[in-house]
């Protein structure tokens, strides 16, 4: 061959070996627990809109139906504006406490993750972790022990002579507590993702408790290994000694979260221990279990529906073991601890509570048995709500139902032993009660100290709003005392004399709720007292119509069916929700954050385009006007009244309007045939009295 038909044929071979789809990463191996990797693509010769990068967990993956992505982004979108016409395009990936060697592959013509329905281009090398015992996921717990606080942190493998260091002066540590250690693996989950897809390993935890604390001290700490180092140092403050204050600490539920990087999420990856990292090198933590770390079917919760999945198949083992608290057993969560004046009791929604069970026997001998002298506090901790302007289903699952079981189970005791404080999540937004017995606000004792407890939903931690589980009609029940719609935690400031909670809004800083319990300090707490008072009381709270017609008999909630009917009228509407949703998405613009603000647009559009329609009689049935009347119209008129999303309490700039007018009256024989027969009535009626 002629020396130009070698030239002419080494060119070409160029050209094809330049435009092969190559995937690089920046590293080969991580030194931290937290580092931004990037990840370039190349060569890509037809690139298209649906292309992505994602990180895969462990490395040597080759299934990916099994194990899919963890996590992705679009190349075009969130790499180059030119990638379409290029073929090349970089994303970056925020890589927190990986326990496994990791690569990244480039993808294409996505459409569902869980079938590895898709195409590989290339993949990275893989990257490992070049420090398996460097400390990650460190977080304090109090334990139910005054004078000792337990810390817990993750490594790779597991190695002796794990520890953590202690000591009252910086870099100077007096003591010390050698570490056990536990993990899980697949085996230990119920079945579902958290078996399968979900599970990745998470570490060995390394757990050891710093005992002989003074009380009121600062203490600095660090954790990890002599041979192979330690952890940045850390510090905390102990409590007071037992019964004294002050004290101030934080309490959140129902945290939302997010990619740090922006990222995407395979939407049943479930559990994700990899981009998650626990609060709590500065503060120690103390949680009561919810229904997404612990139902699953036929694993002894209380729920008896097949559709009781929310853990994911982890059936409370996944939060047993990365914070541990002082239960009983394994299985049983619930326990009691003290911080200052204030004695806690946290116990589990989601096993049985009822009379007779062993929870309850529990949470009885605990309420006889704390000294009101030392802790003239007491506050009960648990996930699902105790009291609740919400009206999901009449399953029993639902708001209504369990809030039911609830108070049958506790109404009594709780006044009897006089309980200052109940503090829930479950439904996204914050609530407080009048003191209350019986669902009627009892009134203060003649020193001012309250007769009854109040509760609180402090469930706007940062978890999308329950917004379409709102009664308006009885959110005007002086019950409720305060109302807000806006993430935020809660702020405690404890004395002998005063218990000040301060509702915070995690965006700006400003103020919920601001609300004060006074005691005299002589208060004896007198149970006596409260039994005779409860024998003689009798209650007169009216159930609104939206409890009464909670649900329908497949335990939908009555707002599900009226957003159903709303939608089926007119799919325009399901479209303008859809577009605004979009243009309010966090990826896509500066609102990076979900407030009551920016939601109310997408609401009040969703109103609009109801009221449109709602003029053509052909276009909407009576039952969807009737439900408009009693639900949607309102709401979304206390919406609009609002802008601030404080709808009651203090901070509110109006009082909340009773029953406003909204769309049309229909004849109650009517409205009994559009819901439900008289027996399904019946069995509602029965399940909220039980």
């Given at each position: 061959?002629?020396?130009?038909?070698?030239a002419?044929?080494?060119a070409?071979?160029?050209?094809?070996?330049?435009a092969a789809?190559?995937?690089?990463?920046?590293?080969?191996?991580?030194?931290?627990?937290?580092?931004?990797?990037?990840?370039?693509?190349?060569g890509?010769?037809?690139?298209?809109?649906?292309?992505a990068?994602?990180?895969?967990?462990?490395a040597n993956?080759?299934?990916?139906?099994?194990?899919?992505?963890?996590?992705f982004?679009?190349?075009?979108?969130?790499?180059?504006?030119?990638?379409?016409?290029?073929?090349?395009?970089s994303?970056?990936?925020?890589?927190?406490n990986?326990?496994?060697?990791?690569?990244?592959?480039?993808?294409?013509?996505?459409?569902?993750?869980?079938?590895?329905?898709?195409?590989?281009?290339?993949?990275?090398?893989?990257?490992?972790?070049?420090?398996p015992?460097?400390?990650?996921?460190?977080?304090?717990?109090?334990?139910?022990?005054t004078?000792?606080?337990?810390v817990?942190?993750?490594?790779?493998?597991q190695?002796?002579?794990?520890?953590v260091?202690?000591?009252?002066?910086?870099?100077?540590?007096?003591?010390?507590?050698?570490?056990?250690?536990?993990?899980?693996?697949?085996?230990?989950?119920?079945?579902?993702?958290?078996a399968?897809?979900?599970?990745?390993?998470?570490?060995?935890?390394?757990?050891?408790?710093?005992?002989?604390?003074?009380?009121?001290?600062?203490?600095?700490?660090?954790?990890?290994?002599?041979?192979?180092?330690?952890?940045p140092?850390?510090?905390?403050?102990?409590?007071?000694?037992?019964?004294?204050?002050?004290?101030?600490?934080?309490?959140?539920?129902?945290?939302?979260?997010?990619?740090?990087?922006?990222?995407?999420?395979?939407?049943?990856?479930?559990?994700?221990?990899?981009?998650?990292?626990p609060?709590g090198?500065?503060?120690?933590?103390?949680v009561?279990?919810?229904?997404?770390?612990?139902?699953?079917?036929n694993?002894?919760?209380?729920?008896?529906?097949e559709?009781?999945?929310?853990?994911?198949?982890?059936?409370?083992?996944?939060?047993?073991?990365?914070?541990?608290?002082?239960?009983p057993?394994?299985?049983?969560?619930?326990?009691t601890?003290?911080?200052?004046p204030?004695?806690f009791?946290?116990?589990?929604?989601?096993i049985?509570?009822?009379?007779?069970?062993a929870?309850?026997?529990?949470?009885?001998?605990?309420?006889?048995?704390?000294?009101?002298?030392?802790?003239p506090?007491?506050?009960?901790g648990?996930h699902?709500?105790?009291?609740?302007?919400?009206?999901?289903?009449?399953?029993?699952?639902?708001?209504i139902?369990n809030q039911?079981?609830?108070q049958?189970?506790?109404?009594d005791?709780?006044?009897?032993y006089?309980?200052?404080?109940?503090?829930?999540?479950?439904t996204h937004?914050?609530?407080?009660?009048?003191?209350?017995?019986?669902?009627?606000?009892?009134s203060?004792?003649?020193?001012?100290s309250?007769?009854?407890?109040?509760?609180?939903?402090?469930?706007?931690?940062?978890?999308?709003?329950?917004?379409?589980?709102i009664?308006p009609?009885?959110?005007?029940?002086?019950?409720?005392?305060?109302?807000?719609?806006?993430?935020?935690?809660?702020r405690?400031?404890?004395?002998?004399?005063?218990?000040?909670?301060q509702?915070?809004?995690?965006?700006?800083?400003?103020?919920?709720?601001?609300?004060?319990?006074?005691?005299?300090?002589?208060?004896k707490?007198?149970?006596?007292?409260?039994?005779?008072?409860?024998?003689?009381?009798?209650?007169n709270?009216?159930?609104?119509?939206?409890?009464?017609?909670?649900?329908?008999?497949?335990?939908?909630?009555?707002?599900d069916?009226?957003?159903?009917?709303?939608?089926?009228?007119?799919?325009?509407?399901?479209?303008?929700?859809?577009?605004?949703?979009?243009l309010?998405?966090?990826v896509?613009?500066?609102?990076?954050?979900?407030?009551?603000?920016?939601?109310?647009?997408?609401?009040?559009a969703?109103?609009?385009?109801?009221?449109?329609?709602?003029?053509?009689?052909?276009?909407v049935?009576?039952?969807?006007?009737?439900?408009y009347?009693?639900i949607?119209?309102?709401?979304?008129?206390?919406?609009?009244?609002?802008?601030?999303?404080?709808?009651?309490?203090?901070?509110?700039?109006?009082?909340?309007?009773?029953?406003?007018?909204?769309?049309?009256a229909?004849p109650?024989?009517?409205?009994?045939?559009?819901?439900?027969?008289?027996?399904?009535?019946?069995?509602?009626?029965t399940?909220?009295?039980?």
């Amino acid at each position: 061959m002629r020396p130009q038909a070698y030239a002419a044929c080494f060119a070409v071979l160029l050209s094809v070996v330049s435009a092969a789809p190559a995937l690089r990463a920046n590293t080969t191996s991580l030194s931290s627990n937290s580092e931004v990797v990037s990840v370039t693509a190349t060569g890509v010769a037809t690139p298209t809109s649906g292309d992505a990068i994602a990180l895969v967990i462990p490395a040597n993956t080759t299934n990916y139906t099994a194990t899919p992505p963890q996590k992705f982004k679009w190349v075009e979108t969130n790499g180059s504006s030119s990638y379409l016409s290029s073929g090349s395009g970089s994303v970056t990936f925020q890589i927190y406490n990986s326990h496994q060697p990791f690569k990244f592959i480039l993808v294409t013509n996505v459409s569902e993750w869980s079938t590895s329905n898709f195409t590989i281009l290339a993949e990275t090398a893989a990257i490992d972790i070049a420090s398996p015992q460097l400390p990650g996921q460190v977080h304090l717990m109090l334990t139910n022990i005054t004078g000792q606080v337990a810390v817990q942190w993750t490594t790779n493998e597991q190695a002796a002579g794990a520890e953590v260091q202690y000591g009252t002066s910086t870099g100077h540590y007096t003591g010390s507590a050698t570490a056990s250690f536990d993990t899980y693996t697949d085996k230990d989950m119920c079945g579902g993702e958290a078996a399968t897809t979900g599970y990745i390993f998470p570490g060995i935890f390394n757990n050891a408790l710093m005992k002989n604390l003074s009380a009121n001290t600062q203490y600095f700490y660090r954790v990890g290994n002599p041979a192979t180092g330690f952890s940045p140092e850390f510090n905390f403050t102990t409590a007071p000694a037992d019964g004294e204050g002050p004290v101030q600490f934080l309490a959140i539920a129902d945290l939302g979260y997010c990619e740090t990087d922006m990222s995407l999420e395979w939407e049943s990856d479930y559990p994700n221990p990899i981009t998650t990292t626990p609060p709590g090198t500065l503060a120690a933590l103390k949680v009561a279990v919810s229904n997404h770390e612990r139902d699953w079917p036929n694993t002894g919760d209380r729920f008896l529906e097949e559709s009781a999945m929310d853990s994911g198949g982890e059936c409370g083992v996944v939060a047993e073991k990365r914070i541990p608290m002082p239960i009983p057993h394994p299985g049983q969560q619930y326990y009691t601890f003290s911080y200052g004046p204030i004695f806690f009791i946290q116990f589990s929604t989601e096993i049985d509570f009822s009379q007779g069970s062993a929870q309850h026997d529990f949470i009885y001998r605990e309420l006889k048995a704390v000294n009101r002298t030392i802790f003239p506090w007491l506050v009960v901790g648990f996930h699902r709500p105790y009291l609740e302007p919400s009206v999901y289903g009449s399953n029993d699952k639902s708001d209504i139902r369990n809030q039911a079981d609830l108070q049958a189970a506790f109404d009594d005791i709780f006044f009897q032993y006089q309980v200052d404080m109940t503090w829930f999540g479950h439904t996204h937004w914050y609530t407080r009660s009048c003191p209350v017995y019986k669902r009627q606000c009892i009134s203060a004792a003649a020193d001012g100290s309250q007769r009854a407890p109040v509760h609180l939903n402090i469930g706007n931690a940062g978890a999308s709003f329950s917004w379409d589980v709102i009664d308006p009609a009885l959110l005007t029940q002086d019950i409720y005392a305060a109302f807000a719609m806006q993430h935020g935690y809660m702020r405690v400031n404890a004395t002998r004399t005063t218990l000040h909670i301060q509702a915070v809004n995690s965006l700006d800083g400003s103020l919920l709720d601001d609300y004060t319990l006074t005691k005299p300090s002589n208060w004896k707490a007198n149970a006596t007292v409260q039994s005779n008072f409860a024998k003689t009381f009798i209650g007169n709270f009216t159930t609104t119509w939206a409890e009464e017609y909670g649900g329908d008999a497949y335990g939908n909630s009555i707002l599900d069916a009226a957003q159903d009917q709303i939608f089926a009228d007119n799919s325009s509407i399901l479209a303008t929700l859809a577009n605004l949703t979009t243009l309010a998405n966090p990826v896509t613009g500066p609102t990076a954050f979900e407030s009551f603000q920016n939601a109310n647009p997408i609401w009040q559009a969703l109103n609009t385009a109801f009221l449109t329609v709602a003029g053509n009689s052909t276009a909407v049935t009576s039952t969807t006007l009737y439900y408009y009347q009693k639900i949607y119209g309102p709401l979304f008129e206390m919406f609009q009244q609002f802008p601030n999303g404080i709808f009651k309490g203090p901070m509110a700039s109006a009082p909340l309007p009773i029953n406003p007018p909204m769309g049309v009256a229909l004849p109650q024989a009517q409205v009994d045939a559009l819901l439900m027969s008289s027996s399904q009535r019946s069995a509602v009626h029965t399940s909220k009295n039980a």
